[in-house]
């Protein structure tokens, strides 16, 4: 067998190139956080560029969730710490000063507090999660619920301890707030989730068909959430 290794510089990941007379057809692979395309010997550069290209959004979910799912030490709450919005990871900033703030600046989360303690920091970053999770998630549902053809009478947000959403037949729609930690593609396929709930307040297929139209991949984002949710937290 003839292997020749190389790499590829993708967009915020490295990929270890392997080119062999043993296949006929290309993959990519993300193990341990470690992306590899194995490929026939010949293929050409430009035809690897396009297969890494169009896979890009699937391999950092893949490595998102390698890195969220490793064993980690609990939050300290302390400047240098990494917390994620909508799947990109920042870093926190604690400053002190006269009134309480949080703002996500030059890729940083900047909370500003008259007295530093991890429990203030910790209630300052979630209050924020809360009133951005709200905001997106609104202008969220009254995007897709044009596309499905049904509007909820409101929409909230609450504290869910094993769901990320909730449909009720009055037409309130509530999502966990927890849930805008996880990349966008996902949030939108929760709200997809919910408002087609109230076209079928089931999960039959009439319901899935729903979810369909207009997440194709829902599956994937499915299995996401389920690998993925316990660790979507401040």
Same mark, same amino acid.
């Given at each position: 067998?003839?292997?020749?290794?190389?790499?590829?510089?993708?967009?915020?990941?490295?990929?270890?190139?392997? =080119?062999?007379?043993?296949?006929?057809?290309?993959?990519?692979?993300?193990?341990?956080?470690?992306?590899?395309?194995?490929?026939?010997?010949?293929? !050409?550069?430009?035809?690897?560029?396009?297969?890494?290209?169009?896979?890009?959004?699937?391999? =950092?979910? +893949?490595?998102?969730?390698?890195?969220?799912?490793?064993? @980690?030490?609990?939050?300290? %709450?302390?400047?240098?710490?990494? /917390?994620?919005?909508?799947?990109?990871?920042?870093?926190?900033?604690?400053?002190?000063?006269?009134?309480?703030?949080?703002?996500?600046?030059?890729?940083?989360?900047?909370?500003?507090? #008259?007295?530093? !303690?991890?429990? +203030?920091?910790?209630?300052?970053?979630?209050?924020? %999660? =809360?009133?951005?999770?709200?905001?997106?998630? =609104?202008?969220? !549902?009254?995007?897709?619920?044009? *596309?499905?053809?049904?509007? #909820?009478?409101?929409?909230?947000?609450?504290?869910?301890? @094993?769901?990320?959403?909730?449909?009720?037949?009055?037409?309130?729609?509530?999502?966990?707030? &927890?849930?805008?930690?996880?990349?966008?593609?996902?949030?939108?396929?929760?709200?997809?989730?919910?408002?087609?709930?109230?076209?079928?307040?089931?999960?039959? #297929?009439?319901?899935?068909?729903?979810?369909?139209?207009? /997440?194709?991949?829902?599956?994937?984002? &499915?299995?996401?959430?389920?690998?993925?949710?316990?660790? *979507? &937290?401040?």
């Amino acid at each position: 067998m003839t292997v020749n290794l190389e790499f590829y510089q993708g967009n915020g990941f490295i990929a270890e190139v392997i =080119r062999t007379n043993r296949i006929k057809t290309a993959t990519v692979k993300v193990d341990e956080g470690k992306v590899s395309v194995v490929i026939p010997k010949n293929l !050409s550069d430009s035809r690897i560029k396009e297969l890494v290209t169009n896979k890009t959004r699937w391999i =950092r979910e +893949k490595i998102l969730i390698h890195r969220q799912s490793a064993p @980690s030490k609990p939050k300290e %709450y302390v400047s240098g710490e990494s /917390f994620t919005y909508l799947g990109r990871n920042y870093r926190l900033k604690v400053e002190t000063g006269k009134t309480k703030s949080v703002k996500l600046k030059n890729g940083k989360l900047i909370v500003t507090i #008259p007295k530093k !303690s991890p429990e +203030k920091i910790q209630d300052a970053l979630t209050q924020w %999660y =809360r009133e951005h999770a709200e905001q997106k998630l =609104r202008e969220k !549902s009254e995007r897709y619920s044009k *596309l499905i053809g049904i509007q #909820p009478k409101s929409i909230s947000i609450k504290t869910f301890k @094993s769901r990320w959403g909730s449909c009720h037949s009055n037409g309130d729609v509530q999502f966990n707030w &927890k849930i805008i930690i996880a990349p966008n593609r996902i949030v939108d396929y929760v709200v997809v989730h919910e408002i087609c709930h109230m076209k079928q307040h089931n999960h039959s #297929p009439k319901f899935w068909k729903c979810v369909e139209k207009i /997440f194709p991949d829902y599956l994937e984002c &499915k299995g996401w959430l389920k690998e993925n949710g316990k660790y *979507l &937290k401040v």
